[in-house]
């Protein structure tokens, strides 16, 4: 279960959202007790007004732009897949060429199904690399590649135990999964949506 809001910053439900509460989580994917503390204390910090002391990023910034954060993230994409498949085609007039082309008939179908369903949009990896998250985008540098999620595209964001989504305008959904994404996801929200969210109570 994901916890963050799909409202769009400035709607009236948007402007409700002060807690957000996520139900039980897996083993798998539970944050650390530092990591949930951590979260809180930037929560707290944010709606008394204040911010996490900016950083220097090894890149150019647009004039006003700070960067509160710089975490390594792997990245997923909702993207669709080509659904290539092989065909085979065989006949045989003898009763042993039969079962052969009725076998290879059933391939056929099987490689066709299983391309019909990686043809389907879903998560898809797409790379590794450092986010830089500032007050106007999250900025990832892939090697010598830099990407960049500006806020005014984001029009929905969750987070989970290991990463958060962000749904844009007109572009393929984003997921980046990294270290203390609860720290990170109120962060963002901070910035993106102008609302303070909290980290789940029940670790």
């Avoid at 709606?47 to 960067?67: F, K, N, Q, T």
């Avoid at 080509?82 to 082309?101: C, I, N, Q």
């Amino acid at each position: 279960m994901a916890w963050g809001n799909g409202d769009q910053p400035g709607t009236t439900a948007a402007a409700d959202v002060a807690r957000v509460v996520l139900g039980k989580r897996t083993a798998m994917g539970q944050q650390s007790d530092a990591g949930v503390a951590a979260a809180l204390e930037l929560a707290d910090l944010l709606e008394a007004g204040g911010w996490p002391p900016p950083i220097a990023v090894p890149a150019r910034l647009e004039d006003g732009e700070m960067c509160y954060s710089e975490v390594p993230v792997t990245m997923h994409q909702f993207l669709e897949g080509d659904g290539e498949y092989l065909h085979k085609t065989r006949f045989g007039l003898s009763p042993m060429g039969v079962a052969v082309g009725v076998a290879t008939m059933a391939g056929n179908q099987r490689r066709k199904q299983r391309a019909a369903r990686e043809a389907e949009a879903q998560w898809r990896f797409t790379g590794r690399g450092t986010a830089y998250i500032t007050n106007q985008r999250v900025t990832i540098q892939e090697g010598h590649t830099w990407n960049n999620v500006w806020y005014r595209d984001v029009m929905a964001a969750t987070c989970d135990a290991t990463a958060f989504v962000l749904q844009r305008t007109g572009l393929p959904g984003i997921r980046l999964a990294m270290p203390e994404v609860y720290y990170h996801f109120v962060l963002l929200y901070r910035l993106a949506f102008d609302r303070v969210v909290r980290p789940p109570a029940d670790r």
